[in-house]
């Protein structure tokens, strides 16, 4: 859930609807970006709020992941989890690109 990068509103409305649909909580929601921040994010959490930044804003990052998040992440997550959470990353920027380009409007999407 990382469309606060985009200030998209109509992304962020998605992904606070599906979070809380697989109950995440409202302080995780409301404290999302400023979560290096706050406490309620685990360890494996964070590193895939880590891993997201660095996928998510490539214009600021020209170079691959650091090796340091990439064993970070890959010590937390076996190879299946890792390889979806950089898939769904992807497709979750894919989305933001799209609906950025369309025009899409908050509101009319529900889980």
Request: charged residues 25%; proline residues 4%; without cysteine.
């Amino acid at each position: 859930m990382y469309s606060d990068r985009y200030r998209t509103a109509e992304d962020y409305e998605l992904f606070v609807r599906m979070a809380r649909k697989h109950g995440a909580s409202d302080e995780k929601l409301f404290a999302v970006g400023a979560w290096r921040h706050t406490p309620y994010f685990s360890d494996a959490e964070r590193i895939a709020l880590e891993l997201t930044e660095e996928l998510t804003a490539l214009a600021g990052h020209p170079d691959a992941v650091p090796d340091e998040l990439w064993d970070a992440a890959a010590d937390e997550f076996d190879a299946s989890q890792l390889a979806a959470l950089v898939l769904a990353v992807g497709q979750i920027n894919l989305w933001n690109r799209v609906n950025h380009a369309t025009r899409q409007e908050a509101g009319s999407w529900r889980p």
